[in-house]
């Protein structure tokens, strides 16, 4: 079983919806997690970073952990073209470095 | 202007070269990491550093070389044994606490 599961997509939706990406992993020791955009032929940006359980709301943008079921998720609303990127969880237990999941990559068609 | 810089952007090298991609960070970090990203592949770990003249291997490092020299600079050299080099690299760098890593924009290595 992989550390960090990230389905890949892609995913396709309309302008105005509300998108819902996820991740799972398997190692108890991580308390840290992020959320990265990367846009074709870019580096990743951070998005969201969240400590531990619970949700985290910036604009559009909603991060929410789940430590007992080991699972994340990134919440856009009124999603929109300019959205369209590759979303790539990270995260770690504060002392290695990050683990990424693979990416899912978003299409919000106009 | 607070950053990662990664440089050359795009570079080419002929089977059996050695070649070395550059990445500066003036954002006073302590670790410094190189990425490999392939297409369906996500990133993967090559070296990481946290301290000044160290540093360890990460997932993929066979074919590969760092130096950490100045807490600036972290570059990575790609070898002849590297036998499948052509990829996006990517430079990252966080505090010490290995958390919000912070990327540059890459360079895209091709083998020709």
């Known amino acids: ?16 919806a509300i998108v819902s990406l996820n991740c799972t992993y398997s ?4 308390q840290y997690f992020m959320w990265y955009r990367q846009y074709s032929r870019k580096g990743p940006e951070l998005l969201m970073y969240t ?9 559009r943008f909603t991060a929410q952990v789940d430590k007992s079921s080991k699972y994340i998720s990134l919440f856009i609303r009124d999603s929109q073209p300019s959205d369209s990127a590759t979303y790539l969880c990270a995260m770690g237990p504060g002392n290695t470095p990050l683990v990424f999941g693979k ?5 919000v068609i106009a | 202007d607070g950053g990662i810089t990664q440089s050359p952007k795009y570079l080419f090298r002929k089977e059996g070269q050695n070649v070395t991609l550059s990445c500066e960070q003036n954002l006073n970090h302590d670790a410094m990491y190189w990425y ?13 550093s946290q301290i000044v003249n160290d540093f360890q291997k990460g997932d993929i490092a066979e074919g590969y070389s760092v130096s ?8 990575l050299t790609v070898t002849s044994a590297q036998k499948n080099p052509t990829a996006f690299y990517l430079c990252a760098s966080s505090d010490w606490t290995n958390t919000e890593a912070f990327f540059g924009q890459g360079t895209r290595l091709t083998v020709v």
């Open chain 1, 27 to 30: 190692n108890s020791a991580f």
């Open chain 2, 36 to 48: 490999r990203q392939d297409p369906g592949q996500g990133l993967r770990l090559i070296y990481y």
């Open chain 1, 51 to 59: 400590y531990s359980s619970g949700n985290k709301e910036d604009g």
């Open chain 2, 68 to 75: 950490r020299e100045k807490k600036e600079s972290f570059p």
């Open chain 1, 1 to 16: 079983q992989k550390e960090v599961e990230q389905d890949p997509g892609p995913l396709s939706v309309p302008e105005g």
């Open chain 1, 103 to 107: 990416g899912t990559r978003l299409s």
